[in-house]
């Protein structure tokens, strides 16, 4: 079971954590109640109240440190690479990790960005993807710049690599059997960034870790 991302210092603030992040993760979070969340907690409704304001609370508190953890990570991977391509795994690598370690947090997080924007929380998750389209467009409008990238305008390029990073981690979402290592996401910035165009020794060969029956 996926241990809950944020730090406590109670047990059952814990349980209830672990609580709603199953329960939102399976019946996303309209379709979760307060009494659904204290009972798979094992407390009371005064208790959850204790800890938590309300059901929105009990969200936030689950994937607003996510949230500041990868904004705070990706915006400083550009200082520790000099290199695009070097950069752009970086990214990759740490989007896989985050998925392979929080896959129920992720199917949270996927669940606020494609629900109908009436529905859900109130949530600003514009602030991540805001920040993680921006440093990517950066790094590879250095790239364009210096030369080591080419076919499109920085944020055409930009959607094409993010485009490629999501559609994997939303797959991940609904497969959890599926492992996106670290070697998959160097394979597919290799990919992205010197083509699939024939080459006699290519830099990548990439396995598909998706199966269907």
């Not at 915006?75 to 740490?94: C, D």
């Amino acid at each position: 079971m996926e241990q809950t991302h944020v730090e406590t210092t109670n047990e059952a603030e814990a349980r209830l954590l672990e609580s709603a992040l199953n329960l939102f993760a399976e019946k996303g979070y309209e379709g979760t109640s307060i009494r659904e969340i204290i009972e798979g907690a094992g407390v009371t409704r005064p208790v959850l109240y204790y800890y938590f304001h309300n059901k929105e609370d009990v969200f936030r508190r689950l994937v607003q440190p996510l949230f500041t953890e990868l904004i705070q990570t990706i915006s400083e991977i550009p200082n520790h690479y000099a290199e695009t391509v070097g950069r752009l795994k970086a990214i990759m690598r740490l989007a896989f990790a985050t998925a392979e370690r929080n896959p129920l947090s992720i199917r949270l997080i996927l669940q606020m960005y494609f629900s109908p924007p009436q529905s859900g929380p109130e949530f600003d998750k514009d602030e991540f993807r805001r920040v993680r389209f921006l440093t990517v467009e950066k790094i590879i409008q250095e790239g364009l710049s210096r030369g080591e990238l080419a076919g499109g305008d920085a944020r055409s390029l930009t959607l094409v690599y993010i485009g490629i990073l999501d559609t994997h981690i939303m797959a991940k979402s609904q497969m959890p059997g599926i492992h996106l290592t670290p070697e998959l996401a160097e394979g597919l910035v290799d990919l992205f960034f010197y083509g699939t165009c024939y080459k006699d020794n290519p830099p990548t060969s990439l396995v598909s870790p998706f199966f269907y029956a």
